[in-house]
């Protein structure tokens, strides 16, 4: 029997060989503005409407014809006739000829006739007649129609991820829904007659599963996926072969941790060319990981990852989480900076090396410890990738890659 390492890829190899390994999602749906955020837009929306789609009043004043102000200075003053009041929301029927003002709010329609707004207080007040104690240019306090948002500008563009800036832009010209590509549907197994749900009382012998809960919770972080878990599944063929059947007639993308490796009761690899899956790559020249697999049958897409919770964690970020997000529409998501290196890192093994690291005033510290440590993952802020071959010395520049949802 051939060994893993024997057959083992390069770790390049694989990140190339994952980028073209998950099927673009190109299906859309339409769904409610406050449900888009970090949603990928189907198509390109265009506003129907002028923002503001009148001339507004900025300020709360009087309406009127800025010539008639003009002579305003010193002692002389100029009166005008009020002949009506402009509410805010409503059109109104009232107009501004030379001699007369119309009250406005702040956010009023600017009345016909009109062509700037006087302050309230660079006005007195007796009755209906106004004294402009200050003249104004023409347009002067008044927001002009169109002069935001043109009818038939672009509000978003086909394949713009939704933040709240584009929502704010469909919400105000009149967008309630958008076309939204669909969600990845992703299901995730646990592997192990020796592993235990969190949560339940403990038995001898058995181990707690922390993989599940960790994929599940950086997945879920992203409204572009849509999880489901699918519990623990025993090693068993029939099993492993029926679990993998189920989970991929639902599902773009099946992960599942443990089983990968060349033990008795690993079925992962059996169980996935039974149900007609083909191998794209099972062990990869990655210290911890090396018993990753990938496979794909049509446009499904299996990960095998190592049941070592270090070893199933950093290998499914570096190779598969970029991939994963980009064929939903996603640009580049992982958070990277240089940073040094806090002491020595040798990788001349022939494998390259995922390092958990932890930031201490911008230097990156080597979590040490097995690839099965979850205190590894817990200590550490995100990982650097040490290619094979290298030998980094203390203060040697390097990559850092933060886990996701922490910003370092």
């Not at 770790?11 to 060989?17: L, M, P, R, S, V």
């Not at 339409?30 to 949603?39: F, L």
């Not at 100029?78 to 402009?86: E, R, S």
């Not at 489901?228 to 989970?247: L, Q, V």
Request: net charge neutral.
């Amino acid at each position: 029997m051939v060994s893993l390492l024997e057959k083992a890829i390069g770790f390049k190899e694989a990140q190339e060989i994952s980028a073209r390994a998950f099927q673009a999602m190109s299906d859309s749906e339409e769904v409610p503005i406050s449900e888009a955020a970090g949603r990928v837009s189907a198509t390109t929306v265009r506003s129907h409407i002028s923002i503001p789609p009148f001339n507004k009043s900025k300020v709360d004043g009087y309406a009127v014809v800025a010539a008639d102000t003009a002579m305003t200075s010193g002692n002389s003053k100029v009166l005008l006739n009020l002949t009506g009041t402009q509410e805010a929301g409503f059109s109104g029927d009232n107009k501004v000829t030379h001699g007369t003002c119309v009250k406005v709010p702040t956010g009023g329609k600017v009345p016909a006739g009109s062509d700037a707004i006087v302050m309230r207080e660079n006005t007195v007040i007796d009755g209906n007649v106004i004294t402009v104690l200050k003249p104004v240019r023409g347009m002067e306090n008044v927001w002009k129609e169109g002069s935001d948002v043109a009818d038939g500008d672009i509000i978003v563009e086909h394949g713009r991820r939704i933040d709240f800036r584009v929502i704010g832009g469909l919400g105000a010209t009149g967008n309630g829904t958008i076309r939204v590509l669909r969600k990845m549907k992703i299901s995730i197994l646990s592997t192990g007659n020796e592993i235990m749900e969190p949560g339940t009382p403990y038995r001898e012998g058995m181990n707690y599963d922390a993989n599940s809960s960790i994929l599940l919770s950086i997945l879920r972080r992203y409204p572009v996926f849509d999880v489901k878990y699918h519990g623990i599944i025993e090693d068993r063929m029939d099993s492993m072969a029926g679990a993998i059947r189920d989970a991929s007639s639902t599902s773009d993308v099946v992960i599942s941790t443990g089983g990968t490796s060349m033990g008795d009761r690993d079925y992962v690899q059996a169980a996935l060319l039974q149900e007609g899956f083909r191998i794209l790559f099972h062990g990869v020249r990655v210290r911890p990981g090396m018993p990753v697999l990938l496979a794909m049958s049509g446009d499904k897409t299996f990960i095998g990852l190592p049941g070592f919770t270090v070893s199933a964690i950093l290998t499914f970020l570096s190779l598969f989480m970029e991939p994963m997000l980009k064929a939903c529409g996603y640009t580049t998501e992982g958070v990277t900076s240089t940073v040094e290196t806090a002491s020595s890192i040798s990788m001349e093994d022939g494998m390259t090396g995922l390092v958990p690291v932890k930031l201490l005033n911008g230097r990156a510290v080597p979590i040490a410890g097995d690839s099965g440590s979850v205190s590894r993952i817990l200590k550490s802020d995100g990982y650097l990738i040490v290619e094979e071959g290298t030998k980094l010395a203390e203060n040697s520049k390097v990559i850092f890659r933060a886990y996701p949802g922490l910003r370092r």
